[in-house]
Every structure is written in C-alpha cells, then in structure tokens.
C-alpha cells in the first residue's frame, strides 16, 4: 500500500520546483551567502563571469574599476555607484553586461570596434557617447532622459529619436542614414547631422536650436525661419539654390558655401562675426550691416563689387577668383591675410594695413605697401632710386634723408613716404631706429628691459638719442627720474628742500616727488658725494643728483616705491646680514620678486650693496619690477 505525501510536503517541493524553474531565466547570479547570521537578507549579486560578461576587456573592466570588495561578484550596493561609465578606446567585441548597471547616467564607448549595442535596460541614461564603431543599428526607444545623444561615424541606416522627447544635443554624424526625423525633438539645442545623404531636413519644431550643422548632403532646400536663436549654421556642400537667414538675428557663423546660391540677404545679420559663401553663384554681396565681421571668405563667386570699407574688425579676406576692378581695404586697419588673386585689379593700396602679413595677389597688380625696416641709430637705409625722390619724413628727428637713401638719426620710429617726378608714390616705409650701442640683434640681459623703457617713455638715451650708454654709471638723479616717468609723471606738490636741486633741471619734478612720496630722504650737506641715502639731522639738505646710485639704493627707491612690502626670506646674502641697515628688507624684498639674483661672480651669494648701478641694471630692475 502507498503512503500518501503530507499536504505540506507536496507544497514545499512544489515550491523548490517553482524556484529552480524561475533561476533558469533569471540572468545568472551568485547564490546567497549561506553563512549570513546577522538578521540581514543579503540580495542578489550578479557574477562577473563569461556568461555575464562575455567580452573579456569589458569583464577585466567590471572587475578591475566596480568589484571593491573584489569578490568575483556585483553587489546592489556596488551596481547603484556606478553612473559614469567611459571605456572609449579600448578595443570590445561585445558590452553584453551593460544592462546590469540600471543607474548608469553617462555611457562613453567610442572608437571601441562595436558592432552592437543594447542600452534598452539603462533607463537612467542622460549622456550616450557611441560615435566611431561599427554599429548598424541603435535603439534608443527606452532611453527617454537621453540629453546628448552622440553616435558619429557609425553604419547607421536609420535613427529613431521620437522618443527622447528632452534630448537638447544629437551628433548623427557620418552615417548614412538619408533620413531623420527630429520633430518631436522640441528640446534639441545642438544638432549635427552631417554626411548623412539627408535630401531633406525639417527643423521648423526646433525652436531651441543655437547650433545646427547640416553640411555635406543633398539638401536642395532648408528653412531655419522658425530658428530665431540659431548662432551658428553650417550647411555648405549641399545644393541649396536659396536660403534665407533674415530671421536669424542671432547668427554668428554662417558657413553656406559650395552650394548653388546666386543671392543672399544679410541685412539683418548684424552679429555676424564669420561668413564662408564661396563657391557660389553670387553676382553682389552686401556686408555693410554686418560691422562685427572678423572673417569674409566670398571666393569662387562671380562679384563685380565688394564694399568691405564698414567692416573696421575684418582680419581676414578672401575674395579670390571673382570680377572685381577695384578694392579698397584702407579702413580695414586689423586685416592680417588677404587673397585677391584672379581677379581684374591693377591696383591694391595696403598702406594703411599694418598688421597685413600674407597678402596674396596677381603679379601684375600693382601694390601699395609698407616696409617695415629697422635700422640702428646712425645707419643708412640704401635705396636704388633714391636720387629720383623726394621723400616725405613724418618725424625727422627721427631720420633723414641723405645722398643714396635715409639716415637713421636716433632711436624712434616714422613713416616716409617716395615720390617719383610726377608726384606718384613709390615707396612707403615704417622706420624703426634703435639705440646704437643696444642692438636688438645681438641681446643682453638689458636688451628688453631698455627698449621697454624707451617705448614708455621712461628713458630717451643719451646722446641725443642715438645711444642708451648701458654700462655707464647711473646717477641718483637718472633713476628718481626713471620712476617718476614709470609712475606717469605726477606733479610735486611741495615746495624745493634740497640746496643743489634747481627748477631748470630735468630732473627738478621727480626728485621733489621721490623725496614727497619718501622713496629718497635726500643728504645732508656735510656728506661725502658717494654717501648712502641718510635722514639729515640740519635743514642743509641735498640731494646729490650726480652722485652714483648704487645697488642697495636702487632697491631702496624700489622698495620704498613699492609700499615697503615685508620680505618673508632672509639672509641669502652674505654681504647683507645686519637687520638694522636701511636697505636689508628692500634687498631681501628685491630678491624675492626675482628682480635681483646677487652677483653672478660669487655664485649668487653676495649681493655687492655698494656697487654701482649701471644704467643698463638700473632699467632691468624697474622692467623686473613691473613684470612681477
């Protein structure tokens, strides 16, 4: 006789039964842990295995960056962390594995050799960069937080973005999908969706849009009259025959070149700072509203004309191969490069265009351009016709003309202008002069220092300009002048209390400044002409403008110039050791700001104080000073 099963035993194994059917379509995970004693369910932790995660640099991924514990094993608690995901670059068959990780909120796996992608489980999705792989399908139906969506270079064929209704940027570039639908897309901020094959493109829903690049496809028509926002649009290589941009106020960068466009109207583009329409059939082109163009390339078209005279920031010109008789860019004072080859000009005045440094024209054009020469004070610039001209020097002072050419007379700069018999102008020069005995070509460490001084007018040389006399002495009465100049000159308010100084001298405002502003304190009469700076103790003050400034006074002017900032490191100098000399913390303080190093001579441990200051170190402690 059978022994019939207890009703609770057929249900437990019915349940066990139920239990084992269920762990056959669950994706494989590891068992719980057994030994748990605590109260505590542990929950289910997805194995890193070749069943999980089939493509072995994926799995050496997941194990390396996302097994903390380094178990084998993903817990809940180490899938929730994972929201940033890049693996772009390294070289997968397969993400087989990826729909583990439900919070991922930025996925990155381009240039990584993928033929598939499944991301129908990463819900939580915002970013998707999969751009540069060989996938010919992607659904992106399930990923409805999606904000940037960029999947570049692939085979795509097709591309349905219906349901990523908050999507703000799309790069479909590169594919050949021949279609795209966007218009549920409300949202879109960016798109590019170049060399794609569209024939046609409907943005009329996308009223966000700031930038849209749609170049290289067979569009023969695009409205963007409903993209009143659109900064930037890039749709050359098409075959567009019109476009229409007067309700895109906002455009910045317009690129339609390579089309078939034979007008366009940018009345009402006045932002616009780039225009590329070359390669057109346009027979006029009307720049004038649109002042802040940096950039015109009009080239390969079929202009008669070309006005750019209101267009004072253009920096670059290219206006080759059209129908143009006559140019004018005198007003264009910031143009660098212009190319107006082929075309009917036989004159091109660049005078006025300074900083022009590639200029590209016919042969048989004949230009009107500065040359830029630099010559030392007293050398000559040779010109071949000289004695057939009469020369227009704008400072002579500067230069002078001279049997065989122009003499450089002392440092400065002037333009001159040539003259042939019939008045036309042949030559046009920007002369620079520098200081004799400062040639830029063979530099020192004063070198820059000086001809920064110079520009600023904080020095004018000696000998009448022609020389700087860097290695000279510099007296008390050259460097007070050289900071005040530095300082802009200001007007002394106080009344003369130095015996040796006089109204008539160069240098009667700076020192009446220097000694009211406490960077000099003056001497006193009784002392030797080669005294440090001291406070005299009698009313029979001087200053001693010809006395040698020495080092430990220059960095004193500096220092006290500077405001008597504290030093925080002393103690460098072996020859500047005792605290209560008036120049310590300005040595130390010059030092510290790099505009003293020590004396070379000693392997920088000295500081010289009672050396001379040359000219040439005086200067190259103040351009020091100012640099820091």
Not at 82 to 101: A, H, P, Q, R
Not at 520 to 527: D, E
Not at 623 to 628: I, S
């Amino acid at each position: 006789m059978k022994k019939k099963l207890k009703p609770g035993l057929c249900i437990l194994m019915a349940l066990i039964l139920l239990l084992g059917s269920v762990g056959d379509v669950l994706p494989a995970a590891a068992e719980e842990n057994s030994g748990n004693t605590d109260g505590v369910s542990n929950a289910t932790k997805v194995d890193i295995s070749e069943e999980n995660f089939p493509d072995e640099t994926f799995r050496d991924i997941v194990k390396d960056w996302y097994d903390s514990d380094e178990d084998g094993t993903l817990s809940e608690e180490e899938i929730a962390k994972v929201t940033n995901m890049d693996v772009s670059g390294y070289s997968l068959e397969s993400l087989k594995g990826i729909e583990y990780f439900s919070k991922l909120d930025y996925l990155d796996c381009r240039t990584s050799g993928l033929k598939s992608l499944d991301v129908s489980q990463n819900s939580e999705l915002t970013g998707l960069f999969c751009g540069f792989n060989e996938l010919t399908e992607l659904d992106v139906s399930k990923n409805t937080k999606l904000i940037t969506l960029s999947c570049d270079d692939n085979n795509l064929t097709s591309l349905d973005v219906s349901k990523n209704t908050v999507l703000e940027e799309l790069s479909c570039d590169g594919n050949p999908l021949k279609e795209l639908d966007v218009s549920n897309n409300t949202e879109l901020d960016l798109l590019l969706c170049c060399r794609t094959g569209l024939t046609e493109l409907d943005v009329s829903h996308n009223t966000k849009l700031t930038m849209l690049y749609c170049y290289t496809n067979e569009l023969t028509e695009l409205d963007v009259s409903q993209n009143t926002i659109l900064e930037e649009l890039l749709c050359y290589q098409n075959q567009l025959t019109e476009l229409d941009v007067s309700a895109n106020t906002a455009l910045e960068w317009l690129n339609c070149s390579e089309n078939k466009l034979t007008e366009l109207n940018l009345g009402q583009n006045e932002k616009l700072v780039r225009l590329d329409c070359n390669d057109n059939q346009l027979t006029a082109l009307d720049v004038s509203a649109n002042k802040k163009l940096v950039m015109i390339d009009c080239s390969n078209n079929q202009l008669a004309a070309l006005d750019v005279t209101k267009n004072d920031k253009l920096e670059k010109l290219y206006c080759y191969t059209n129908q143009l008789t006559e140019l004018d860019v005198t007003q264009n004072k910031n143009l660098e490069e212009l190319d107006c080859t082929d075309n009917k000009l036989e004159l091109l005045d660049v005078r006025k265009n300074s900083r022009l440094h590639t200029l590209r024209c016919d042969d048989d054009v004949t230009v009107l351009q500065i040359k830029m020469v630099d010559l030392l004070a007293g050398e000559v610039l040779t010109i071949d016709d000289a004695a057939e001209l009469t020369f227009t020097i704008e400072d002579e002072s500067v230069a002078q003309a001279v049997e065989g050419g122009i003499k450089a007379r002392r440092r400065g700069t002037t333009s001159i202008e040539a003259y042939d018999a019939s008045g036309n102008l042949k030559h046009l020069y920007e002369l620079t002069v520098y200081f004799r005995d400062v040639d830029p070509e063979k530099p020192s460490y004063f070198t820059n220092p000086v001809y920064w001084a110079a520009n600023k007018g904080i020095t004018t040389g000696k000998r009448g300009g022609r020389r700087f006399a860097p290695a000279e002495t510099c007296t008390r009465a050259q460097i007070v002048t050289f900071l005040w100049r530095y300082a802009g000159e200001p007007e002394p308010t106080i009344e003369n209390p130095f015996s040796d100084i006089q109204p008539t001298a160069y240098y009667y405002k700076a020192v009446l400044w220097a000694f009211e502003n406490g960077i000099t304190t003056g001497r006193s009469a009784a002392a030797s002409h080669t005294a440090d700076p001291a406070d005299a103790p009698s009313a029979a003050k001087i200053f001693d403008p010809n006395g040698t400034c020495t080092r430990r006074e220059i960095v004193t002017f500096l220092w006290r110039f500077a405001g008597k900032p504290e030093p925080h490191d002393t103690g460098a100098f072996t020859d500047v050791a005792d605290e209560n000399a008036y120049y310590y913390k300005a040595v130390y303080w010059a030092a510290e700001r790099d505009i003293t190093t020590g004396k070379k001579a000693t392997n920088y441990t000295t500081f010289d104080p009672t050396g001379a200051c040359s000219r040439g170190m005086a200067v190259t402690f103040l351009y020091r000073h100012d640099q820091w």
